[in-house]
């Protein structure tokens, strides 16, 4: 499985944007990009994900790289039920068959009132 | 999309003894993925659990440890065998959706402490 990376913890203030960033440098053709988050005492929930180009919906916006190798999770307005630990993960559709995710660290976010 | 119930949601166990974690989904499912979170940890997979077929194990799993059941596609069971204090963790069922162009779903968990 081809690796991220992300920071280990990050920061925000209450009402603004946050840009998570993901480095994925060996990232395949086929491997979609996907963002989960946890929140405190909670299982993994679905955040957005994208192949090449940007994507949104109601919950954020993806920014992939032209070529790929990193993308950044945009959080457009932070509120203090978005900190979390969000992880950003590959999957690869070469794989089908075997939808499993593999997770990384993640980012530790945390909200600042 | 699915919704999943994991049954018990935690539990304090004696080292020794087994448990089983029960997961049930409202909606049919091909792939079924059992997880370890131990404390401050990130997720790691245990097994793939595919209905009429035996389970698949990631390295450092073994049946014995951590058998699997499937017996349908809405239901699955993972035991904790011969618990030990380092089995304390959550453990976590989740479910694809049959396309990697898809999200995957996430129970509340299993809190499980070992004394």
């Known amino acids: 499985d081809a690796k991220t990376t992300q920071p280990n913890s990050m920061e925000s203030n209450e009402e603004e944007p946050v840009h998570l960033p993901c480095n994925h440098s060996t990232i395949s053709g086929t491997d979609y990009i996907h963002w989960y988050r946890q929140l405190p005492s909670q299982g993994p929930e679905y955040v957005i994900h994208?192949?090449?180009s940007n994507v949104n919906n109601r919950m954020a916006s993806l920014a992939i790289a032209e070529d790929r190798k990193s993308s950044t999770l945009i959080l457009h307005r932070a509120t203090l039920r978005d900190a979390a630990v969000y992880y950003c993960i590959l999957r690869d559709v070469s794989n089908f068959g075997n939808e499993k995710l593999t997770f990384g660290t993640g980012t530790r976010l945390t909200i600042i009132p | 999309s699915a919704v999943i119930s994991q049954k018990p949601s935690r539990d304090i166990c004696q080292r020794g003894t087994s448990l089983t974690i029960q997961c049930q989904v409202d909606s049919q499912v091909t792939m079924m993925f059992w997880y370890r979170q131990q404390p401050g940890q990130s997720l790691t997979l245990i097994a793939t659990?595919?209905?009429?077929?035996?389970?698949?194990?990631e390295s450092g799993f073994v049946i014995d440890k951590f058998p699997i059941s499937r017996p349908n596609l809405t239901f699955s069971t993972l035991t904790v065998s011969n618990m030990s204090p380092e089995d304390s963790s959550i453990y976590l069922c989740?479910?694809?959706?049959?396309?990697?162009?898809?999200?995957?779903?996430f129970g509340q968990g299993t809190r499980l402490t070992v004394v």
């Open positions: 659990a595919n209905q009429g077929s035996e389970a698949t194990y």
């Open positions: 994208g192949l090449t």
């Open positions: 989740s479910v694809g959706m049959g396309s990697l162009n898809t999200e995957a779903f």
